[in-house]
């Protein structure tokens, strides 16, 4: 157990819906990273936060965002969902923003129909 | 530029040793991770080894880094069949801003009785 959890652990929704994807980091970690993980793409990274800022960001797309909030907890929001976005996203923590390792949570895996 | 490569496919039988291989385009990496993932589960933490360092052995696990030529590899000794999984490569360029991880696109190693 990583000690990163992630809720919920299986999403199935329809075209055009909008979905939030819940992620609570180890206990002393400060920074979160979001990261998709699709058949086609492999793992790509988001997004990342570090003590409730946004410090880097990847292949994230305009109708996604994310947060962190003052207890550390993230939320990554999907919205005007398409077929392509089912994957499984996985959120990460680490103790700094800097040359520390990731630790992942289980994922959740979103099906959009 | 950032870019990770892995071989797609390895098959040990159990008792022997595997070797999985990986490449890194980005010198300045500063960490290099090695992470397992099972199916169904999420990404965790084999080890990592650190720039300046060119081998770490940690229980079955031997880390070997070759700078010179950006080649990675991690040595499973004496595999079992819970060694089955896909094993990625990640490294955390320098040249990004915050702590974010490049993966390669994983080894799905196949241990056979």
């Known amino acids: 157990d990583s000690g990163v959890t992630q809720t919920p652990k299986h999403l199935i929704t329809a075209t055009g819906q909008r979905v939030t994807l819940r992620c609570s980091p180890r206990s002393g970690d400060l920074s979160v990273y979001w990261y998709q993980q699709s058949l086609d793409q492999g793992l790509q990274f988001l997004i990342q936060?570090?003590?409730?800022?946004?410090?880097a960001k990847g292949n994230i797309l305009e109708r996604f965002s994310a947060q962190q909030f003052p207890d550390l907890h993230s939320e990554l929001n999907l919205s005007s969902l398409e077929l392509g976005d089912s994957a499984l996203y996985f959120c990460?923590?680490?103790?700094?923003?800097?040359?520390?390792?990731?630790?992942f949570g289980n994922g959740t895996r979103l099906t959009v129909t | 530029g950032e870019d990770v490569e892995q071989s797609l496919f390895l098959s040990v039988r159990e008792g022997d040793s595997s070797v999985i291989n990986c490449t890194y385009t980005?010198?300045?990496?500063?960490?290099l991770y090695w992470y397992k993932q099972e199916p169904g589960a999420g990404l965790q933490l084999l080890t990592y080894i650190f720039s300046n360092m060119d081998m770490k052995q940690d229980q079955r696990l031997t880390v070997l880094l070759n700078k010179k030529d950006k080649h990675l590899s991690l040595r499973i000794a004496d595999t079992q069949t819970g060694d089955s999984a896909i094993y990625f490569c990640?490294?955390?360029?320098?040249?990004?801003?915050?702590?974010?991880?490049?993966f390669g696109g994983g080894t799905r190693v196949l241990v056979k009785p």
């Open positions: 990640a490294e955390t360029p320098e040249s990004t801003a915050g702590n974010k991880l490049t």
């Open positions: 990460a923590s680490s103790v700094r923003q800097g040359d520390s390792p990731l630790h």
């Open positions: 980005d010198s300045s990496s500063t960490y």
């Open positions: 936060y570090y003590n409730g800022e946004e410090r």
